[in-house]
């Protein structure tokens, strides 16, 4: 069983659709601590590590259970919050489905079905990186939605002090260079090349709100980590493998 309760109903929308162009259907891990999911996309190209810490509700009581919820109807029923709103899930655990209420000018109450488990457990593999590139999520986002002007895929480099964003399609081409000295990177580790598909990276440059900085990690022809952390609320980890072009 559960029960949270937060006055900033906003917050929690936002973390859901930070994951719910790649996820649409998890089995969430509540504990002590918080809200946890470990999940795979349909398509098995991608990974998602999902943490919300229990530090982000007003009042939080849990023991340790297993919830699999359609996540994109969770998000609709998150939408209808007002600003004035304080919001409370809890589990009914007779009729097998998470309640959602908002309470504010009036008290609504959403009761959304429980669904059977998506998928086995998962693990999240071993990975060592080679680079690392500290950087404000806005240079990421930016450069992203440039390169799909050219391209599905994108070349990262890193460098010695340089991190290079390319994309190529027909005869268009776009770079983008970073150095140490550019505003808002942060720091630039290891000599790394790999390609990956923007299609993905644009689904997980959606995190807005809650992390201002993130942190790309990977190896030559190896799978990109892309981490956000907002302290004492939020922790997201994807895991993209890379796009290997065949001779």
């Known amino acids: ?30 504990d002590s601590n918080g809200i946890n999911l470990l999940a ?7 990974m998602v590590i999902f943490n919300i810490l229990s530090s982000v509700f007003d009042d939080y009581e849990a023991r340790e259970t297993q919830i699999t919820i359609n996540i994109d109807s969770f998000i609709k029923v998150l939408r209808r919050a007002r600003p004035t709103d304080r919001l409370e899930l809890f589990l009914d655990e007779e009729k097998n489905k998470l309640n959602v209420v908002f ?49 599905d895929s994108v070349l990262l480099t890193t460098d010695t002090d340089k991190f290079i964003i390319e994309a190529e399609g027909d005869s268009r081409e776009f770079r983008m260079e970073l ?6 990177l942060i720091s630039i580790e290891g000599s790394s ?46 895991v993209l493998a890379p796009r290997i072009e065949s001779d």
């Open 193 to 238: 090349k790999a390609k990956y598909s923007l299609d993905y990276l644009a689904k997980m440059i959606k995190p807005t709100g809650f992390a201002e900085k993130l942190s790309l990690q990977f190896n030559s022809d190896y799978p990109l980590q892309i981490e956000y952390k907002s302290l004492n609320k939020l922790h997201i980890v994807f």
């Open 179 to 184: 150095n140490k000295d550019t505003p808002g």
């Open 40 to 46: 795979m996309d349909p398509a098995g190209v991608s």
């Open 103 to 151: 309470s504010g000018d009036s008290i609504r109450k959403f009761s959304l079905p429980l669904i059977e488990p998506v998928s086995n457990e998962q693990k999240m593999p071993p990975l060592s990186f080679s680079s690392k590139v500290e950087m404000d999520v806005s240079i990421l986002r930016g450069a992203v939605k440039d390169a799909l002007m050219i391209s």
């Open 1 to 30: 069983m559960f029960k949270m309760v937060t006055g900033n109903p906003s917050f929690l929308r936002s973390a859901f659709e930070s994951i719910s162009e790649l996820i649409s259907e998890g089995t969430f891990v509540i």
